[in-house]
Nanobody
Framework: EVQLVETGGGLVQPGGSLKLSCAASGFTFSSFAMSWVRQVPGKGLEWVSQINSGGGSTVVTESVKGRFTISRDSAKNMLYLQMNSLKPEDTAVYYC??????????????RGQGTQVTVSS
């Protein structure tokens, strides 16, 4: 059974930083691209960043470019999202997602329960 468990969300002031972590199990983590997506209530899922199976290729959505960094540790089956210079518009539920293949634009086939990130003073 695929399991993705996110941790690290919380309340942070504008300009602050958070690091999200995702513990993956139930599949061969090193064989699949992974992603972070986010959702604001009443809106659809937004792609934030993707990383290929080897960790050497990433995609970051324009609105977070230069502020967010995705990484993975396949020895530990962990996915990370370092978020710096946070803005109120980054407020959302953040989900760790497994992609169907190793293509950075593959569809999502599993995602976790999500972790709330709130950026507010």
């Amino acid at each position: 059974e695929v399991q993705l468990v996110e941790t690290g969300g919380g309340l942070v002031q504008p300009g602050g930083s958070l690091k999200l972590s995702c513990a993956a199990s139930g599949f061969t983590f090193s064989s699949f691209a992974m992603s972070w997506v986010r959702q604001v209530p009443g809106k659809g899922l937004e792609w934030v960043s993707q990383i290929n199976s080897g960790g050497g290729s990433t995609v970051v959505t324009e609105s977070v470019k230069g502020r967010f960094t995705i990484s993975r540790d396949s020895a530990k089956n962990m996915l990370y999202l370092q978020m710096n210079s946070l803005k109120p518009e980054d407020t959302a539920v953040y989900y760790c997602a497994k992609l169907k293949g190793n293509d950075l634009y593959s569809a999502i086939d599993y995602r976790g329960q999500g972790t709330q990130v709130t950026v507010s003073s």
